[in-house]
């Protein structure tokens, strides 16, 4: 077992995690330039579970470890409580901020077959925005579904929120009657068009507390439904998926894809760059982070190219176990896809389609072939960089826009 987290270990981390493509990970360039900052004196002692900690086989020990500290679902609920109060000081949000106002804008609305884009951005702390696009349905029902999609760390000119395979989920869902919200990690899209990087040391707490505000604001439209929310990511975002999940009970359905791992915990600063999984009191990983979304509807999907190779026989029996005490079995799925690598490309949207609709109650006529039982995506409209953007230039952000690079009070 490692108790620290050298620079060198942080790096190849980095470089492994490029080995599948299009890592959860940065670059190493990227990943090992994370520890400057403001925390930087009181983090030089944290115990960090980067990266491939562990090995596969101090995995399957460690959940067996982890899985004779209860017997019964109350002592599930105390230790997932513990996780969720380490998840929330480990990144410095305990106990929560207060909620200051969100500011929203909604502009430049676009019309297709089905549904309709608008640009939104919203303060989820005082100065501090949030960049997104909003898909609603067109003749959608009164009180609709609301569904978050995060993306990944995928960069290149058409990286993050602004993805053709991004675009077709959140419009496929849009069609069926969703209000889906696919907003900016910090340092991607429309975030870093501004001059933000990814590489902040706040990055893991605004991302998280961004998601929470997230929810603040799909609630603040008015016809969406608190009793179903749902988040949806892959990859960077399938961590924030069960981080969000774990640490807000409004969610309630979950489908992380390609990331939830007994042995890899991320490799970049925002999954696992503060001391989240591992402290003197508390020892956890994000097999268990995914199973504090018991007993709410969760789909894992997985495959064999990536650190999810090992679900069928790992993670998903080990969420199975944790929902049993429940006597919620059938509330947990896994679709695994050994042929495939990482990412969220159609087979795996054909999966999670069918989970949504069931769990959120979503019409999907019109959107799935009545003959083949597939769902239709070629109905969409994948926009361009340049109608995406939420505001052209820096001079046309809301005056009081904190300069990129800020640090953020909270
Ligand atoms: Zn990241």
Not at 90 to 115: F, H, Q, V, W
Not at 162 to 184: E, I, K, N
Not at 196 to 204: F, K, L
Not at 264 to 282: A, Q, R, V, W
Request: net charge neutral; proline share 6%; with cysteine.
């Amino acid at each position: 077992m490692r108790t620290l987290l050298t620079r060198t270990a942080i790096i190849a981390c980095g470089v492994l995690s490029m080995a599948f493509g299009n890592p959860s990970g940065l670059s190493a360039q990227e990943t090992s330039s994370g520890k400057q900052g403001f925390d930087q004196a009181t983090e030089s002692d944290v115990t960090l579970c980067q990266g491939y900690w562990q090995t596969e086989r101090e995995a399957r020990e460690q959940l067996k470890r982890f899985a004779r500290t209860y017997d019964n679902a109350e002592q599930w609920q105390r230790r997932a409580d513990k996780i969720r109060t380490q998840i929330l000081r480990g990144m410095r949000l305990d106990p929560l901020p207060r909620r200051t106002p969100l500011n929203a804008t909604i502009s430049n609305k676009r019309s297709y077959e089905g549904y309709t884009v608008e640009s939104v951005a919203f303060e989820s702390r005082p100065g501090f925005l949030v960049y997104g696009s909003l898909y609603r349905p067109i003749d959608g029902p009164d009180l609709q579904a609301g569904i978050l999609c995060p993306h990944g760390h995928a960069r290149g000119p058409r990286g993050g929120r602004l993805r053709p395979d991004h675009q077709q989920r959140c419009a496929t869902l849009a069609r069926m009657g969703a209000t889906v919200l696919s907003y900016d990690m910090v340092g991607f899209g429309d975030s870093e068009f501004l001059g933000w990087s990814h590489d902040h040391p706040q990055v893991m707490a605004l991302q998280t507390w961004s998601s929470i505000r997230a929810i603040d604001f799909l609630e603040s439209l008015g016809n969406v439904d608190s009793e179903r929310l749902a988040v949806t990511g892959a990859s960077g975002g399938g961590t924030q998926s069960f981080l969000l999940t774990a640490i807000d009970e409004r969610i309630d359905v979950s489908v992380p894809v390609v990331m939830v791992s007994a042995h890899f915990f991320g490799g970049c600063d925002c999954e696992s760059g503060k001391p989240i999984h591992k402290t003197p009191s508390l020892e956890t990983n994000n097999v268990e982070i995914a199973a504090c979304c018991a007993p709410r509807p969760t789909l894992l999907v997985s495959v064999g190219g990536d650190w999810t190779k090992n679900t069928p026989d790992v993670e998903y029996p080990y969420l199975r176990k944790v929902y049993r005490l429940f006597d919620k079995e059938s509330l947990v799925e896994n679709q695994h896809f050994p042929d495939e690598d990482h990412g969220y490309e159609l087979p795996k949207r054909q999966a999670m389609y069918p989970f949504l609709v069931k769990h959120l109650k979503l019409d999907a006529k019109g959107v799935i072939d009545p003959t083949s039982g597939r769902f239709d995506e070629s109905a969409n409209t994948i926009e361009t960089i340049e109608t995406m953007r939420v505001f052209a230039s820096a001079e046309q952000l809301p005056k009081g826009a904190l300069k990129p690079g800020s640090k953020i009070t909270f």
